[in-house]
């Protein structure tokens, strides 16, 4: 492997680690802020993401503006269809039930939860299931395109981006602002080593940056879940893998501004590309909350589970891989990377992620309680 | 006094608040009354701050602490 290779991975390890830490830390869970508006009309998560999209805006903003971002907008992201909010909404319902987000059970996972684990693995199967309908749904998702090849907002005005930006960030830190004014930044939170919300918000805005400089592209991890289907699948039934597209095609390309040569991946078992950029993060991730656990002496497996939450648990993370392909793209890679740049496809998917986490909450109720 | 334990732990997120809040307005009376106490063992740390908050604005107090690896929050009568 090169040696920038190897330098590009160890960086998105070490930003993943970070990532994972602060998570744990704060339990920083974006399936919990969606969840909670509809399920408790609580806030109290949804205004740090707030703060960590208007910091990553203003962040990749300047990066645009002083010329060091290697590709604006950032590759990957494509003109708007209906199938982003339909994928949002799918995904939204499917993180709800599976108790965290792609990345929530990841650092859920390295405290040693069970269910989390179980997510994962609903994870992988979607991601498997959704290699089978791949061809018909990229067919859908070409008859629901939307007439236009911008792929942000400032681009389908016909704008430069600093304006609209700028806006962006100034309605997101005008909220910020009043929140911090009516003291709502404060947690009531009495875990050991907890790090406030805003804070870690603001570490993570950082860390996504980071990422950004390093690789070119913004977090994102799902087709990595696919690879591990794939991989499951090259073992037990290779000859059907070799016959799905979606495992054999190699459809996306990317420059690593550290070399500027082009690689290409795509969700099949080859350590490409995909596996460059996500892997390290996930590992991180893990890792990253796995040490936070153990410095805390919180990390604790818990086996006796009620088998209902098991069940809806792995049902959740199924639903959530075909939301993040559907779509495509992950809470992760919109909100944190495609959202800040005004991009189309990530505001529908956002849109679609409302009434998904609604429909979540009223499932989850349903389960928890009335099984209880 | 009587004593209902709860052991969450391991359960998916928002199982703490949800079950709690459950157990306080069926036994709302008895806990405002100082009859009854929960206890709540949880692994989730979000739990450490929205179980006592929502326990609190129903008019009983509580108390986290951490035991092991895991919380402890147990409810008590409010001081007036």
Redesign the interface.
Known sequence: MDFSVWIIMSGLLVIGAAAGFLMHRSDFCMAGAFRDVFLFKSYKLIRPLVLLITLSALLFELFRLTGILPSYPFPWFAPPAGVNIFGGMVFGLGMVLAGGCVVGVLYKMGSGNLMAFIAFLGLIAGSALYAEIHIWWRSLAKQTSFSTQAVTIPQWIGVSSIMPVLAFVAIGGFFCWRWQRAGLWVNKNEAEGFIPLWLTATGLAVLGALAVLLCGIPMGVTTSYAKGAALVESWIIPGHLATLPYFTTVPAHLSLPVDGILRSGGAGVHFDIIAIVQVPLILGIIGGAWLSAQLLGEFRIIWKVPFNQVTMVFAGGVIMALGARMSPGCNVWHLWGGFPLLTMQSLLFAVGLLPGAWLGGKVLQRVLITAA | MKTLKMDI???????S???VL?EINRQHRDLIAGHLRMVILT????A???V??AVRNMGVDAV?E?V????RITTQQLKH
């Open positions: 732990r391991g359960q998916v997120c928002p199982s608040l949800l079950l459950r692994d989730n740390r979000d450490t701050g929205t006592p908050e986290v951490k092991g690896g895991y919380y």
